[in-house]
């Protein structure tokens, strides 16, 4: 079956401007997680949302990004005003049950992000 | 502040060889631990798991060690073949410790070659 899917694969855009990412989990997965994996460094975490509960935003690093997710289909991850600190790939992952979560998650192949 | 290191950027063996992937952690509420797989252009894949109640998880040519007093842990692969190459990330959490159980804290990564 088909795998989590993300879009675009890569974005170039200018500081300042803002960008808007979008994942597709595999159908009837009920978490999805957003990951940023900066050059050379391990995998962050973002946000999590759990169904139809609150998401857990603990992980976004400034006001600049939110994401939302409509029940359990396609979740979109916005940054506002990007800046050069923001480069760097955005994978989402998700995963059918909401327990032994940490051994289902299924990643997508990322967004390269650049800001220039 | 890291508190999953994986100190060794790259690895090389030869193939049939043993590959030895290190990982080391500081927060004593981690109590799962995985190794995820990563090969360029595609999104992590999960590869195996241990509970900190366990010392050792086999899984075919691989096999995960943790020795919990030194916060340690380590993924042996052998043999080793040239198919293996790619990045290997280690993560932990605190799945039965209470409080966020589905974040993962990871590593930064090893690049393992494995020459033919």
């Known amino acids: 079956g088909a795998g989590v899917s993300q879009s675009p694969s890569n974005k170039v855009t200018e500081k300042g401007k803002d960008v808007e990412l979008r994942c597709d989990p595999i159908?009837?997965?009920?978490?999805l997680y957003w990951y940023r994996q900066r050059l050379g460094q391990g995998l962050e975490f973002l946000i999590y949302?759990?169904?139809?509960?609150?998401?857990?935003k603990s992980g976004l690093p400034s006001d600049r990004f939110s994401a939302e997710r409509t029940g359990e289909s396609v979740s979109t991850l916005t940054i506002q005003r990007t800046q050069q600190e923001d480069s760097a790939v955005y994978l989402c992952?998700?995963?059918?049950?909401?327990?032994?979560?940490?051994?289902?998650?299924?990643f997508g192949p990322g967004t390269r992000l650049t800001v220039l | 502040d890291q508190q999953v290191k994986q100190n060794s950027p790259s690895l090389s063996v030869q193939e049939g060889r043993i590959s030895i992937l290190n990982c080391d952690y500081t927060n004593s509420m981690f109590d799962y631990f995985l190794w995820y797989k990563k090969y360029p252009a595609e999104g992590p894949t999960f590869l195996i798991s241990?509970?900190?109640?366990?010392d050792k998880n086999e899984d075919g040519r691989f096999t995960v060690f943790l020795n919990k007093s030194a916060k340690h842990l380590s993924l042996h692969i052998v043999p080793s073949q040239p198919g293996d190459s790619a990045v290997y990330f280690c993560?932990?959490?605190?799945?039965?410790?209470?409080?966020?159980?589905?974040?993962?804290?990871f590593g930064k990564g090893t690049l393992l070659t494995v020459n033919p």
């Open positions: 241990i509970s900190s109640i366990k």
């Open positions: 993560a932990a959490s605190a799945q039965y410790s209470g409080g966020s159980n589905y974040k993962l804290t």
């Open positions: 992952a998700s995963s059918p049950r909401l327990w032994r979560v940490t051994d289902t998650q299924y």
């Open positions: 949302f759990q169904g139809n509960s609150a998401p857990d």
């Open positions: 159908s009837g997965h009920t978490a």
